[in-house]
């Protein structure tokens, strides 16, 4: 069963540094696109950020500056590293892999239901 999962949230105060950590079962990330994706309370889904499975990279407006997206291949494992944190990126972050090759960043849809992870929360308050 294929399978990812999000790791890494916590509480941290504004300003402050996470990595959240997505990590997969019975697949190959490295040949897979991966988003990251994240929903606040009262708020509608949002791209955060993505790498293509030819890595180019894709942020969202809201992120662009702060976040960064890697791969590491030997590990399986797709990092977010999140800086400069505010109390609006308070979410639930979810990563996904993604056969439409990141296209909601350039317009296109969500990646498929089955796709992702069950989330992970990222608190940023004082």
């Known amino acids: 069963q294929v399978q990812v999962a999000e790791s890494g949230g916590g509480l941290v105060q504004p300003g402050g540094s996470l990595r959240l950590s997505c990590t997969a079962s019975?697949?190959?990330?490295?040949?897979?696109?991966v988003g990251w994706f994240r929903q606040a309370p009262g708020k509608e889904r949002e791209g955060v950020s993505c790498i293509s499975s030819i890595d180019h990279i894709y942020y969202g407006n809201s992120t662009k500056g702060r976040f960064t997206i890697s791969r590491d291949n030997e590990k399986n494992v797709v990092y977010l590293h999140m800086n400069s944190l505010k109390p609006e990126d308070t979410a639930i972050y979810f990563c996904?892999?993604?056969?439409?090759?990141?296209?909601?960043?350039?317009?296109?849809?969500?990646?498929?239901?089955?796709?992702w992870g069950q989330g992970t929360q990222v608190t940023v308050s004082s």
């Open positions: 996904a892999t993604d056969t439409y090759q990141c296209s909601y960043f350039t317009g296109g849809p969500f990646p498929d239901a089955g796709s």
């Open positions: 019975g697949l190959t990330l490295e040949y897979f696109a």
